[in-house]
């Protein structure tokens, strides 16, 4: 399986209010492989459209199909995790024009 940034997939993502994880859809931003037999991604949490907005957060509502979701979503640029690739399942792929809005969001985040 080959996954890359852009594709929307399914992860046990961790909680910050919690120790646990919960498998929940992430959107890839960065693929590496730090080490020889380590293949890791970097993923954004995508979240519920009902959960109260956070600054950087950016709208799935109307174009959630589009991205293999099944409810209005946003991607949450605030919640990075990284994980082993072996542990991601490819549920869709991001529209072009949102990952454009992704990498700004996160460029701005930077500056």
């Known amino acids: 399986m080959t996954i890359a940034s852009g594709d929307v997939v399914w992860v046990p993502f961790p909680f910050v209010e919690e120790p646990r994880?919960?498998?929940?859809?992430?959107?890839?931003?960065s693929r590496q492989w730090p080490a020889n037999g380590v293949d890791l991604i970097w993923?954004?949490?995508?979240?519920?459209?009902?959960?109260k907005g956070w600054q950087g957060d950016?709208?799935?509502?109307?174009?959630?199909?589009e991205c293999g979701l099944a409810v209005p979503c946003v991607v949450r640029?605030?919640?990075?995790?990284?994980?082993?690739?072996?542990?991601?399942?490819?549920?869709?792929v991001m529209?072009?024009?949102i990952m454009a809005e992704v990498r700004?969001?996160?460029?701005?985040?930077?500056a």
């Open 58 to 65: 950016i709208s799935l509502e109307s174009r959630f199909a």
């Open 77 to 92: 640029t605030a919640k990075i995790a990284t994980l082993e690739m072996a542990r991601a399942k490819r549920g869709g």
């Open 43 to 51: 993923v954004l949490m995508i979240t519920s459209a009902v959960n």
């Open 95 to 97: 529209p072009e024009d």
């Open 21 to 29: 994880v919960r498998n929940r859809p992430a959107l890839v931003v």
């Open 104 to 110: 700004s969001t996160l460029l701005l985040a930077t």
